[in-house]
């Protein structure tokens, strides 16, 4: 791309004097995001930390004693251990359950392979809500709502489509050369898998278990169609406490809780970052649901 | 849809054991035993999405009594419910009203930050990074920020004020404005991020080629980028529309619950949840469904007319 600029420029300052304020346009607008986005981050920073915040610039008096407070009151112990418990499971499911659907889409021809790709990607099409509603109330009739099952359940529905869509270009990319020389020196099947395949695929599962960690602690709709107060993830519990009874719990205490969710959010982000590159990531993600 | 994948599945594995022939024969048409790896994603798809789908479809038609007491219609007292009450009807047009714009707005403003984002420079990893970082935020905890940020008595306000700019504070949150700025907050980095991987699909030298036979800049992108870039905008517009239709925590903490932003989502919610009618709350949820299709559906036979084909691959 510098290349073409650079061929440019003999041909006069003028053009880019002329392209200045369309620059100039995209800087603002970023610069607009980045206000809203530094300020919405540091207010409810500020606000977790403030004793109290009303009509100042700055609160008066910092204390950390929210934070205590918080984790008291909402019991964050059992909800941080729901939200794991869940995301972990989440994981390891979706994985086990969508790396062989994805190795088969990624390698073989079969008859009805888009029916199947078709009703995989739908889950990721319809909006959480519509397949939400009829699947917990499904869940209410066996017996399964307001359970930490159910709540994994229904995350599973969006994550194990998402773990294909993500797995099946990624599969692709390997050459199917070195498993048929595995095959030819008499690897089977499962020798293939967990010899030759895993190494390869680590990478890979890494990034989309990564991805779907964060959806799934991030997940509000379909969990909390589901839950209950024992089996509430961290954001349920955000959402109840600044719904509850007209706004009665105190704003800092939610920001506490708000903070503690976006540190947990951070955390497998610096070590989702270290593994993928999110542009290519989504390049990848598109050309799966290009064909 | 329901019929031919489960019927193919366990019938490789049946045919598979009468004879050897008929195994062969299957095989070469790519079914054989190892199609069994299929069989947990297609298991737990039925499960846990075709089925509660149509059982949601099959409620929608079993109206509670006092539905068709009040709105009539038998077993479409639900439907015919949503379409007379307007209630229920306006809450299509809140959800279009916010959703369309929200979904237009983050596509058109990532055009050109993807443009001028797209060359080398420095810094351009870690401004890529925090473009994305909302994209972890979530709804909840953007809502708590908003509320705090772009209240009354937030900095935003306070700043304004300070300058001189307004004389009264703007009302930002609870209200139209207040779930817009947060739709936007959360989709306008997954529109960049996907614009930016679509631009970077467009070869170069294709650009370069127009640049040496002396098209302005103008006719370089309405000529060359636009129409590579058309099927990459209608698919950023119609995930980011998904996202924005299906609005509900925001609707909710930063939103006119009751008033201008009474989504589909909040009533389908408040049906299930608040009310106990799951007949209405899966009828509210699967129409909601239907017009997000009707929506994408148009956006795709929009795309259609476009140029269809490979867009140059990477680099």
Redesign the interface.
Known sequence: ?????K??TPEGTR?RVA?KP??W???F??AV??V??V???S??VV?SFAKQW??T?LPPEFTADWYAAAWDRFDLTHVMGVTLLVAVAVVVLSV???V??A??LAR?????KR??T???L??I??????????????MYNFGLGRTVLAVV??N??PS??FV?MTMTPFIEQINPAIENAARMCGAT?KDVFLRILAPLLIPGILAAAILVL?RTV?M??LT??VSGPRSDTL?VA??RA??SAGGAEA?QL??SM?VL??AT??V??VIA?RFIN???L??RV?DS?DD | MSTVAPARTPGSRKDGRSTASLQHRLAERGIDRSLLMLLPAVLFTFALFVYPFAYGIGLTVQPNPDVVEKWGGGIFANYVAFFSDPFFRDSVWITMRLALPAALFNVLASVPVAFKLRGKFRGKRALTTLLVLPITLGTVLTAQGLLIFAGRQGWLNRFLMDVGLIQEPFQLVMNYTGVFLSLVISGFPFAFLLISSYLSGIDPSLEAAATTLGASWFQRFRRIILPLLAPGLATTFILTFVLAFSVFPSARLVGDATGETRVMALMAYRAFGEQIDYPMASTVAILMGVIELAVIALVLLWRSTFYKGSTGGKG
């Open positions: 791309m510098a290349t073409i600029e061929v440019e053009r392209a369309s620059t346009v995209v800087w607008l970023v995001f980045f809203f986005l300020g919405i981050l207010s409810v606000d009303f009509g610039w086990l359950i969508g062989p659907a190795y088969l073989r021809n079969f008859p009805g029916l199947i078709l009703l995989f739908m889950p099409i319809i909006p959480p809500i519509t397949y939400g509603i009829p699947l917990a109330t499904v359940l229904v599973l529905v194990v489509p294909i099947m964060v991030g509000f709709e909390f169609l954001v955000i959402y600044m719904t704003r939610v920001s708000a969710y976006t959010m951070l497998i982000l970052l999110p542009t290519q989504v390049a598109k649901s």
